[in-house]
């Protein structure tokens, strides 16, 4: 089975704009979520999706936000960045009930200068 | 809100050496689980916790679910080089997820 994938890998956006980011769960798992991770904060849950709802929410600002479609693909969009959204997001896939195994993509390396 | 304390937050082996480490919470948890992270990837899970006092391996690591449910630890044995990395604990409880700050293995230099 494949993994989890991210894209893009990397990116470098300028302040003030704003950012997609894909991710595709493996074959057969419904939830997926986002998690934002830095040096300092460590990882930080951002939401997470399942069968095209979001079921819990971060304590990140409305500047975040995300979807899932009908393929369980995930987005999660970041507008008017700023210079302390540079971060690893990472993507996490799991099966329903399966009560916190998710499996992880490798991320996308986001640096906002 | 719910947090956990991950200990130690570095620490260097030796190869051949055992490690241990731990994550404990003033929260009661029905969920441990332990995350092992390379540089430049994404955690991958190394061991899942669903019953207090439970105890359980994969090959040389061995983790288990504290009596009262508020921490667990994580046992390493005979490490060798590509056991570096960074290690999180994650606790979870209500469908919610609870991270660790991880413990970051490196290599006696």
Known sequence: KAGVTQTPRYLIKTRGQQVTLSCSPISGHRSVSWY??????????????????????????????????????????VSTLELGDSALYLCASSVEGQRGEQYFGPGTRLTVT | GQQLNQSPQSMFIQEGEDVSMNCTSSSIFNTWLWYKQDPGEGPVLLI????????????????????????????????????????????????????????????KP
């Open chain 1, 36 to 77: 934002q991770q830095t040096p300092g904060q460590g990882l930080q849950f951002l939401f997470e999706y399942f069968s095209e709802t979001q079921r819990n929410k971060g304590n990140f600002p409305g500047r975040f936000s995300g979807r899932q479609f009908s393929n369980s693909r995930s987005e999660m969009n």
């Open chain 2, 48 to 107: 899942a916790l669903y019953k207090a006092g439970e105890l359980t391996s994969n090959g040389r690591l061995t983790a288990q679910f504290g009596i009262t449910r508020k921490d667990s630890f994580l046992n390493i044995s005979a490490s060798i080089p590509s056991d570096v990395g960074i290690y999180f604990c994650v606790g979870g409880s209500q469908g919610n997820l609870i991270f660790g700050k991880g413990t970051k293995l490196s290599v």
